[in-house]
């Protein structure tokens, strides 16, 4: 077979619109690339399929066609942010890029439920997962979905009602298209687009933690932890057995279930003989704090129970599951481990941490609704309150990426790479993180990531909504965009006030914010 030949450049890139400032890669050849995305494959002259390899990469460029970059929201000055493209599924595999070519045709992830075993949804339905395959590639990414929580026969009959599809298998598609970091198109994703790629929907609601079985006792199971257990005991004999890298990422209640997973799964594949495989974590808008709410509610409903106690209740009625070493740091007091900053200090797995300084989520709980009625004084003091105690918990994390914007939830959006921090966008960071990892296993020591790759990310202005590439916020009422002014002023920003302790005029500030500088 003869394969087109178009002219290419010397290093295959995927460019992206950032800011200026932007950290930018080095020109790579086709043998850099090779050896970016797997330190333990020969180099690309040295591989006996290169001569395949080299042909397949210039067929995948002719399938995906130019890749123009997009121009970020909120941005006037641009230049490219540039990814090397991972070909570990081609490379000398001929039916590895015959995957590649399908997956541009048929990117749907594939429903599998669990069957002959006693774990299950909610309501007893059979538990699963969604997968695509990528043939050839040992990397593989498994997502659990998030959705909040129920604590109580009350808010759980409730929740049944309203959102069976978080309590049930039942009504589940027969497929889901991946967006986001589950996303086939390298334009949208482009360090994992070509993974295993595997999505768990959450039917839980225990936040991935529980291990009691339904029963005639029991209205409803709830076994997240044993749904994760079983997911990688089936994904062990579709290939994850030969994986080098499995990237456990969660959202919002996902997010958590990754924190009290993550070294979980590392040691069942490890129990299985596959310690091999390197296990990671990958933590979004799942770093909640037990701090005191706003003012106190009562804790008849999910969304009005202040995190601390609707987690103490849930423990209980979950049976959760929590990892050893925190549970033991915490005496015995298992709520303790669903928050962020008191079970990382305990894990052994490697955990990159995404979070909002100023979730939307903890503030909900917290009884601070940022639209609809105008913010009122204190509610405003609290929010930054908010923002600095959770900065504060996040300062010593080794691998972080922590906009100063108001939002819930990122690595699965369309609009996931135009989020920056600093310059660098989320993919980016990642990248930077998965390089510092090359040499994470089997005892050896995690190296520095490259000089101007950076892994720890955090704003520094302290105002919601500072970071010019802030998601859009709109008016609850109307639904129309509002302006980062708009907002603040909403928020009950004092633009008087705050541009005197700046030494600046009014309008001054006000120009600097329309300007996101």
Not at 7 to 18: A, E, K, T, W, Y
Not at 353 to 372: P, R
């Amino acid at each position: 077979m003869t394969w087109p030949r178009p002219r290419i450049q010397p290093s295959l890139l995927i460019g992206r619109q950032v800011s200026h400032k932007t950290p930018m890669m080095g020109p790579q050849t086709l043998s850099d690339l090779n050896t970016e995305t797997d330190a333990h494959d020969a180099p690309l002259e040295e591989t006996p399929g290169g001569i395949e390899m080299i042909r397949a990469v210039l067929a995948v460029l002719v399938l995906l066609g130019p890749v123009e970059g997009r121009r970020a929201r909120g941005q006037r000055t641009h230049t490219t942010e540039s990814f090397p493209l991972d070909f570990t599924a081609v490379q000398g595999n001929m039916d590895g890029f015959v995957t590649q070519e399908n997956n541009a045709i048929d990117p749907q992830m594939k429903l599998r439920l669990l069957r002959n075993t006693p774990v299950s949804c909610n309501d007893g339905s059979p538990a699963g997962y969604y997968m695509k395959e990528s043939r050839g590639s040992r990397r593989w990414l498994m997502f659990l979905e998030g959705g909040w929580y129920c604590f109580s026969k009350h808010t759980c009959d409730s929740r049944y009602e309203n959102m069976r599809r978080l309590m049930s298998s039942s009504k589940w598609p027969s497929t889901r298209t991946g967006t986001g970091i589950l996303s086939p198109q390298p334009e949208e994703n482009p360090h994992w687009w070509n993974a295993n790629r595997v999505f768990v929907p959450y039917c839980s609601s225990d936040v991935w933690s529980g291990s009691s079985a339904k029963t005639d006792q029991n209205d409803y199971a709830f076994m997240g932890s044993q749904i994760i257990q079983e997911v990688i005991k089936d994904l062990v004999s579709k290939g994850l057995d030969r994986a080098k890298v499995l990237l456990l990422a969660g959202s919002s209640a996902g997010g958590t279930g990754v924190l009290l997973n993550v070294d979980r799964v590392s040691e069942l594949l490890a129990g299985l003989g596959h310690g091999a495989v390197q296990v990671r974590g990958l933590v979004d808008s799942g770093w909640f704090l037990d701090h005191t709410p706003h003012r106190d509610r009562d804790c008849t409903h999910t969304m009005s129970c202040a995190p601390t106690q609707a987690i103490r209740r849930g423990v209980r009625l979950w049976h959760s599951v929590v990892p050893d070493l925190c549970s033991r740091a915490h005496h015995g007091e298992d709520w303790n481990c669903f928050f962020g900053y008191k079970v990382h200090p305990t894990l052994k797995s490697p955990v990159f941490v995404v979070q909002w300084l100023f979730d939307e989520a903890q503030l909900m709980v917290d009884d601070v609704h940022l639209t609809g009625r105008p913010v009122q004084e204190s509610q405003w003091r609290y929010i930054q309150t908010l923002g600095s105690a959770l900065r504060n918990t996040l300062r010593n994390l080794p691998a972080l990426f922590a906009p100063a914007c108001v939002s819930h939830e990122i690595i699965t959006r369309n609009s996931w790479m135009d989020i920056r921090v600093k310059g660098t966008s989320l993919p980016r960071a990642l990248q930077c993180w998965d390089r510092s990892l090359r040499n994470h296993g089997n005892g050896s020591v995690t190296q520095a990531p490259p000089r101007g790759c950076p892994v720890h990310l955090i704003d520094s202005c302290p105002w919601p909504h500072c970071n010019p590439s802030c998601p859009r916020v709109r008016e609850h009422v109307t639904g129309q965009e509002m302006s980062v002014v708009q907002f603040l002023t909403h928020l009950g920003f004092d633009v008087q006030c705050m541009a005197h302790q700046q030494g600046l005029q009014p309008d001054t500030l006000l120009g600097m914010l329309s300007d996101g500088t």
